[in-house]
């Protein structure tokens, strides 16, 4: 007899469950779909940015939600893109 590898019986297991109510969707599952969703709208990666010496922390914090901000690091981005292409 051939050992059972385990997927057939996990597919089993989810087919047998019922489909979580909406209210039952934690916010992980949440901010998971959000992140598929707005992926296949307009791709994106997420790159952690450590505080750099001598910047203060609420400053550093405050970046998360500047739009200028963010189109710098996009810029940076396409920048750094094009000159590895040459």
Do not use: C, H, N
């Not at 047998?16 to 994106?44: G, H, L």
């Not at 940015?49 to 200028?68: T, W």
Request: glycine share 4%.
């Amino acid at each position: 007899m051939v050992p059972s590898t385990g997927k057939d019986e996990k597919s089993q297991e989810r087919a047998e469950r019922p489909p979580k109510r909406a209210s039952e969707v934690t916010m992980d599952d949440y901010a998971k779909i959000r992140d598929q969703v707005e992926y296949a709208v307009k791709p994106f990666i997420k790159v952690k940015v450590y505080k750099p010496e001598g910047i203060e922390e609420e400053e550093f914090r405050a970046l998360e939600g500047d739009e200028e901000f963010e189109k710098e690091v996009e810029k940076l981005a396409s920048e750094y893109i094009r000159s590895r292409r040459k």
